[in-house]
């Protein structure tokens, strides 16, 4: 379990039902613990926090985990 506190990262809703954005699609989740490598407490699949990270490779039919993983892929402005 995680050691940062709920209140520290702004552990909320997540905006969107179905949105990608939210605990359920972390890669911190533990879903079979209900609980999460870096937030401390019990954590919903449909909750999010400001450590949100997509999972790798996960396919996103709105497109937007797919984004988040492009922004971060340092190659992509090598080759613009
Ligand atoms: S969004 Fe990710 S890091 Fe934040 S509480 Fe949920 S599972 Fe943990």
């Known amino acids: 379990m995680g050691t940062r506190l709920k209140a520290e990262v702004s552990y909320r809703p997540a905006k969107r039902k179905g949105t990608m954005k939210q605990c359920g699609h972390c890669q911190a989740f533990q879903p079979e613990l209900r609980s999460c490598l870096m937030v401390s407490g019990e954590?919903?699949?449909f909750m999010v926090c400001d450590l949100w990270e997509p999972m790798p490779?996960?396919?996103d039919p709105e497109g937007?985990?797919?984004k988040a993983q492009?922004?971060?892929d340092p190659m992509e402005d090598d080759n613009a």
Do not use: D, L, R
Request: avoid cysteine; glycine fraction near 8%; charged fraction near 25%.
């Open 64 to 66: 937007e985990g797919v």
């Open 70 to 72: 492009q922004a971060e």
């Open 43 to 45: 954590i919903e699949p």
């Open 57 to 59: 490779f996960h396919w």
